[in-house]
Nanobody, 122 residues
Framework: QVQLAESGGGLVQAGGSLRLSCTPS????????IAWFRQAPEKERAFVAV??????RTEYADSVKGRFTISRVNNYVSLQMNNLKPEDTAVYYC?????????????????WGQGTQVTVSS
């Protein structure tokens, strides 16, 4: 069974940091674009960041630029989140594209993890 598993979420005060990890199983994703999305209560799932299979191309949502950094080593993708704000509170999901593309639209992602909760207190 193909799976992606997120870890590293938790409760942190505003200004703090967390590092999320995305671990695949069931198949290799080393040639696939991997992205992070988040969903806050009563809001739609929103794009956060994406990284190409090589790690050379990345894109970020404007709201996280300069604070979040996506990186990868082969199959394993991380999201370093610094200077966290209360508005970053959400369930964070990692997702894999079907190929090497790096779309920002969630509809173009095939494999999803179950999500990890990030809560930032003010």
């Amino acid at each position: 069974q193909v799976q992606l598993a997120e870890s590293g979420g938790g409760l942190v005060q505003a200004g703090g940091s967390l590092r999320l990890s995305c671990t695949p199983s069931g198949r290799s994703f080393h040639r696939n674009g991997i992205a992070w999305f988040r969903q806050a209560p009563e809001k739609e799932r929103a794009f956060v960041a994406v990284i190409s299979w090589s790690g050379l191309r990345t894109e970020y949502a404007d709201s996280v630029k300069g604070r979040f950094t996506i990186s990868r080593v082969n199959n394993y993708v991380s999201l370093q989140m610094n200077n966290l704000k209360p508005e970053d509170t959400a369930v964070y999901y990692c997702a894999s594209a079907l190929d090497s593309s790096i779309p920002t639209n969630s509809n173009e992602y095939v494999y999803w993890g179950q999500g990890t909760q990030v809560t930032v207190s003010s």
